[in-house]
């Protein structure tokens, strides 16, 4: 994985990081230099620490902040033949080597009819079952996500301190 973070002391210009240059120097600006790197390098393996904590975690969390939402979802799902209702998934899959939260109804394309049934607003349903079923879902409960990420990263920080 590509890590984005980089700690420095002193000036980016002046080339005050990890891959100075040292040729030509005083010994102690060499020595001053030398324990920035040192600082940097510890700065930064903290953090990245930090993270890579965190990135154990993070699709455990998000699974765990999305599934009141896809109880929602499938609430307002049509429930014809429970075909449909019964294909609902949330799953945490690699891609590219990060973690990725898939969820929906129709796991790969089972039943056909899945994406029809979302979209087809034109196609009457016995309350509280819709079209858009998966969509309101999400929009009535984003807010409530948001809060269940906080806490679950929260709950997370609180057993690390």
């Known amino acids: 994985m590509v890590r ?46 930090i993270f890579d904590q965190f990135e154990g975690v993070s699709d455990e969390i998000m699974l765990e902040a999305i599934e009141p939402t896809m109880k929602l979802a499938e609430y307002y799902c049509p429930k014809d033949t429970y075909a449909l209702v019964n294909s609902r998934f949330a799953e945490s899959v690699s891609k ?43 929009m009535e409960d984003l807010q409530n996500i948001y809060m269940r990420l906080g806490d679950g990263y929260k709950e997370f920080m609180g057993d690390r301190r």
């Open 4 to 49: 984005r973070l980089k700690a420095s002391i002193g000036k980016q210009s002046s080339g005050f990081s990890r891959s100075v240059r040292l040729k030509g120097q005083m010994r102690s600006e060499r020595a001053s230099i030398n324990n920035a790197i040192k600082s940097s390098k510890a700065i930064t393996d903290a953090i990245l620490d």
């Open 96 to 138: 590219r080597g990060k973690p990725l939260i898939q969820f929906g109804f129709a796991y790969r394309g089972l039943p056909y009819y899945g994406s029809f049934v979302h979209e087809a607003t034109w196609i009457p349903h016995a309350e509280p079952t819709r079209s858009k079923f998966l969509q309101a879902a999400v």
